[in-house]
């Protein structure tokens, strides 16, 4: 199923946000910051990779059910969207 950012413009910017706070953890490292910071950091990025999985996944599903609700075949089956989502979690 093809999305494009007029679909995904939070995901797009959760991952753009995570992105810059990945370059600051990478930074952190490199300046020898504790690793409490470094980590907390850390996880910061990692929920905020998650949040724009599960964002890509939930507008699928609404884009797949408003193909349905229209008498379209949708792109994906539940059971492809389900299996994405299981990948995240």
């Not at 953890?25 to 504790?34: H, K, L, Q, T, Y």
């Not at 797949?64 to 389900?82: F, H, I, K, N």
């Amino acid at each position: 199923m093809e999305l494009n950012e007029a679909m995904l413009g939070d995901a797009v910017t959760r991952l753009r946000r995570a992105q810059g706070q990945l370059a600051g953890v990478i930074s952190m490292i490199e300046a020898g910051e504790d690793c409490t910071k470094v980590l907390t950091q850390l996880a910061a990025v990692s929920k905020a990779l998650d949040r724009a999985g599960f964002k890509i996944v939930a507008t699928g599903l609404r884009h797949c059910q408003s193909a349905q609700d229209r008498g379209e075949q949708p792109p994906m089956s539940v059971t492809e969207l389900e299996k994405l989502f299981l990948a995240l979690a």
